[in-house]
């Protein structure tokens, strides 16, 4: 199975700054890497599809970027809406594997 | 708008069996994969099956493969999953979600609620 491997597990940071998230494949998977955000007591949301696609309604503060093994998440300008979990998931091989998750918080 | 809604999940002992099912609208199901997805109190998601637009093809996550049977009935939309020999690691919220593109191997751009799923003696 592929291992997805999430850093860092936690931040704190406040609005306006930019965050970055990163997700380590265990073995290459090219592109095929997705990002949602999950809120509490919420299903969770697609906001980057193929390593760097905006989903549809995403707004463009959000952006991906990466192949191979190593990918980013990146925020732009946190907003407060923004303060959730955001996992990886790689589409490249079943069985589908997601990595362990970044829960973002206020400081 | 697309539509998933989970049901079925309850409160059952070690052992036993459960039916799941997730009802699909807005949009053209036969046309989609569809997957499910859980997620243990406080823990991470877990990708639990997937099965093709027509039903001939499934997978499943080593952890529920010959325990989960992932199945859907076209003429009525709906998705299911059975669940037997169930354990207290099975606890969790079922998610059904929908695959973002024709391929199993598309992420998930919809998402039921959720049903959850405990087992418990």
């Known amino acids: 199975d592929i291992q997805m491997t999430q850093s860092p597990s936690s931040l704190s940071a406040s609005v306006g700054d930019r965050v970055t998230i990163t997700c380590r494949a265990s073995?290459?998977?090219?592109?095929?890497l997705n990002w949602y955000q999950q809120k509490p007591g919420k299903a969770p949301k697609l906001l980057i599809y193929?390593?760097?696609s905006l989903q549809s309604a995403v707004p463009s503060r959000f952006s991906g970027s990466g192949s191979g093994t190593d990918f980013t998440l990146t925020i732009s300008s946190l907003q407060p809406e923004d303060f959730a979990t955001y996992y990886c998931?790689?589409?490249?091989?079943?069985?589908?594997?997601f990595g362990g998750g970044t829960k973002v918080e206020i400081q | 708008q697309v539509q998933l809604m989970e049901s079925g999940g309850g409160v059952v002992q070690p052992g036993r069996s459960l039916r799941l099912s997730c009802a699909a609208s807005?949009?053209?199901?036969?046309?989609?994969?569809m997957h499910w997805v859980r997620q243990a109190p406080g823990k991470g998601l877990e990708w639990v099956a997937v099965?093709?637009?027509?039903?001939?093809?499934?997978y499943y996550a080593d952890s529920v493969k010959g325990r989960f049977t992932v199945s859907r009935d076209n003429s009525k939309t709906t998705l299911f999953l059975q669940m037997n020999s169930l354990k207290i690691e099975d606890t969790a919220v079922y998610y059904c979600?929908?695959?973002?593109?024709?391929?199993?191997?598309?992420?998930?751009?919809?998402w039921g609620r959720g049903t959850l799923v405990t087992v418990s003696s």
């Open positions: 998931q790689q589409s490249y091989r079943i069985p589908l594997t």
């Open positions: 807005g949009f053209t199901f036969t046309n989609f994969p």
């Open positions: 073995q290459s998977i090219t592109s095929y």
């Open positions: 979600a929908r695959a973002a593109d024709y391929d199993i191997l598309a992420g998930f751009d919809y």
């Open positions: 193929v390593a760097s």
């Open positions: 099965i093709s637009f027509d039903g001939t093809n499934k």
